[in-house]
């Protein structure tokens, strides 16, 4: 019986890709979970109406700068979504 060993063969720009892939996903987690954070203190009536504004245009730069980066890197934002197995979609 022989082990066949698999020769890992990396491809610069596809490590680079996914590497950002990653880390994107996790920022864009980061992001949804701010932003529903955001929306429950608006909705609580926690904030001032300065700060309201304030993190709702840091959302949307934040949102602003995904899209660059996704684009960037040729990334969907179904491509941030990954598959947990039986756990289901992370996004």
């Given at each position: 019986?022989?082990?066949?060993?698999?020769?890992?063969?990396?491809?610069?720009?596809?490590?680079?890709r996914d590497l950002a892939r990653l880390?994107?996903?996790?920022?864009e987690l980061l992001r949804q979970l701010m932003e529903r954070q955001a929306l429950r203190r608006v909705e609580g009536g926690d904030l001032t109406e300065e700060q309201e504004e304030r993190i709702g245009l840091t959302l949307m730069l934040l949102e602003d700068r995904m899209e660059l980066l996704r684009t960037r890197f040729g990334l969907e934002?179904?491509?941030?979504?990954?598959?947990?197995?039986?756990?289901g979609p992370l996004l």
């Open positions: 019986m022989t082990t066949q060993r698999r020769k890992v063969e990396l491809d610069p720009d596809t490590v680079e880390v994107l996903t996790v920022v934002p179904e491509d941030l979504n990954l598959d947990l197995g039986p756990l």
